[in-house]
């Protein structure tokens, strides 16, 4: 019989209440929760019926109940809780974007690695079943081999420099925040990580990114372009380009439609596979067959590492470096 693996998550936020809401969706309660202030701790176990609240987030770092710890908190603070987690055996799904740099990551899997743990980033692009299914499609040949990758992601934010998304202290930005989706889209097409990488940026006046163009290429010529913004809408909107279709994506990462275009024809096929709606619980489902198989393949980090690659070495061209590294 299967182990009813036990949950808590760290922060009170959009994501852990979407997350508390799959879990309870799945018939899985969640078990515990830690914020900093306890208040918001206590009025988010009251709304999703959590078992546990910590008084000092800390305590479930050491709780022997804990199997897994979802952790929603900003980027700069994921290292120190990652390693903190990792150390005392628990299991790690940690929002996007998992750390702020190679470095830390690098540390997080060998923290992982050594304790004999599963360490996985909340990427709901590795668990949509669409992706899956498009992923197969390529493989299968059908379509020829991927040539190009356009893909844009603009978010409008509200111009407020005291907001977490142009907060330097916060590793606020565009790449950490919305550009790890648009790397994990075209790593998860590319045969390999692409290793020549050209950009231009557009600073905040606080020293973030607002805005940046990106070009990627692989050892395999297979290319791709992408457009980030945090202060000018555009659709959310990828195209993999095939010898002999296109592939278009709109509204990733938590798409459940796409469309495929035949390059001679014309013709039109739509594609649709699983639910918008049930990301998180095919990302809840993926990290518990994780730990129970004792496997990472099914959370893809061999890619997000790569994917990380890439944001250190664009943040390190722009001359962007975060306080806390």
């Given at each position: ?5 036990r ?5 009170t936020?959009v ?7 799959a879990l ?6 969640l078990y515990a929760v ?7 701790a ?13 008084r000092?987030f ?25 390693r ?9 799904l940690c ?5 702020l ?5 690098r540390?997080?899997v ?9 360490l ?5 692009i ?6 899956q ?10 379509l020829?081999?991927v040539?190009?990758?356009q893909?844009?992601?603009?978010s ?8 977490r998304?142009f ?7 565009a790449?950490?925040?919305i550009?790890v989706?648009?790397?994990?889209l ?10 020549d990488i050209?950009?231009q940026?557009?600073l ?7 805005q940046?163009?990106?070009l990627?290429m692989n050892?395999e010529?297979q290319?791709?372009?992408i457009s980030l ?5 555009q659709?959310?909107r990828?195209?993999?380009?095939c010898?002999?279709a296109?592939?278009e994506?709109?509204?990733?990462p ?8 035949d390059a ?15 990301a ?16 990472v393949?099914?959370?893809?980090l061999a890619e997000?590492i ?6 250190t070495?664009?943040?390190?061209d722009?001359g962007l470096q975060?306080p806390?590294?």
């Amino acid at each position: 019989m299967k182990k009813e693996l036990r949950w808590a998550v760290l922060g009170t936020g959009v994501i852990a209440n979407e997350m508390a809401q799959a879990l309870t969706a799945m018939g899985k309660p969640l078990y515990a929760v830690g914020n900093r202030t306890l208040g918001k701790a206590l009025a988010f176990a009251e709304k999703h019926q959590v078992r546990k609240v910590y008084r000092d987030f800390h305590e479930m770092f050491w709780d022997p109940l804990v199997d897994i710890i979802y952790i929603t908190t900003p980027h700069n603070t994921h290292i120190d809780f990652l390693r903190t987690a990792l150390k005392n055996g628990k299991h790690v799904l940690c929002e996007k974007s998992i750390t702020l740099n190679s470095n830390e990551l690098r540390e997080a899997v060998t923290l992982a690695e050594n304790h004999d743990v599963i360490l996985a980033e909340a990427m709901t692009i590795w668990h949509m079943p669409l992706y899956q299914k498009l992923w197969n499609m390529v493989k299968s040949g059908t379509l020829g081999k991927v040539q190009m990758l356009q893909l844009n992601f603009g978010s409008l934010k509200e111009y407020n420099m005291n907001s977490r998304f142009f907060n330097l202290q916060l590793a606020g930005g565009a790449l950490l925040d919305i550009g790890v989706y648009a790397l994990s889209l075209v790593r998860s097409f590319m045969d390999s990580q692409p290793e020549d990488i050209l950009s231009q940026v557009k600073l905040a006046s606080t020293g973030v990114d607002e805005q940046a163009g990106i070009l990627l290429m692989n050892r395999e010529e297979q290319m791709a372009a992408i457009s980030l913004s945090l202060h000018s809408k555009q659709p959310k909107r990828a195209v993999i380009s095939c010898e002999r279709a296109y592939i278009e994506i709109m509204e990733y990462p938590r798409a459940d439609k796409a469309v495929i275009v035949d390059a001679e024809t014309g013709k039109r096929q739509e594609i649709t596979e699983g639910k918008t709606a049930h990301a998180l619980q095919y990302e809840i489902m993926d990290m518990e067959k994780a730990v129970l198989n004792h496997s990472v393949d099914s959370m893809h980090l061999a890619e997000t590492i790569d994917v990380m690659e890439i944001m250190t070495k664009l943040r390190r061209d722009w001359g962007l470096q975060y306080p806390d590294e």
